[in-house]
């Protein structure tokens, strides 16, 4: 049971209970707590990862000292849209020990939406985000061409 809970932290105590029931063995929920409790694992909500490094923030200070306040405003980030487009953007639990919080699995799962662009251009206007946005949620398939067809209109615009 522990070794379960260590190799997939976001295991429930219901679940561990219905895995333990298949095996033939019947144990309240709250005694699978107390065990995990006896080997230091605790339920926790599951920090969410830090979005911007030191390197990250220094060349944002830099791309906004070149293109000035106003247009910088208009600009969101691709490091800060780490938007979970499967699921509930509610807490999550993690059984998991002090001082481990920022491990990657006690991480919550992000998605994180065409990274490689980033590397490309850097930033998005907000309104080029919006509507790739509106595209991959209604599942319409996006091909590379019709992408940087947005991205290139909506560059001129801005």
Known sequence: ???TVKNNPQT?????QHHLAADGV????STIQCTLHKEKLYGRVMRKKP???????????VCKRTFG???????LWTDETKIDLFGHNKGRYA????????QEKHLPPT??????????????????????????????PLNISRFLGIILKNQSQS
């Open 26 to 29: 019947t144990v309240h929920r």
């Open 51 to 61: 979005f911007l490094h030191t390197p990250q923030t220094e060349s944002h200070e």
């Open 111 to 140: 998605v994180k939406i065409w990274w490689w662009f980033h590397h490309a251009v850097g930033l998005w206007p907000v309104s080029v985000l919006g509507i790739l946005l509106k595209l991959r949620v209604a599942w319409i």
């Open 69 to 75: 306040q106003a247009s910088f405003i208009l600009v």
């Open 12 to 16: 429930t105590s219901k679940d561990l």
């Open 95 to 102: 059984w998991r020990q002090t001082n481990t919080a920022f």
């Open 1 to 3: 049971m522990v070794r």
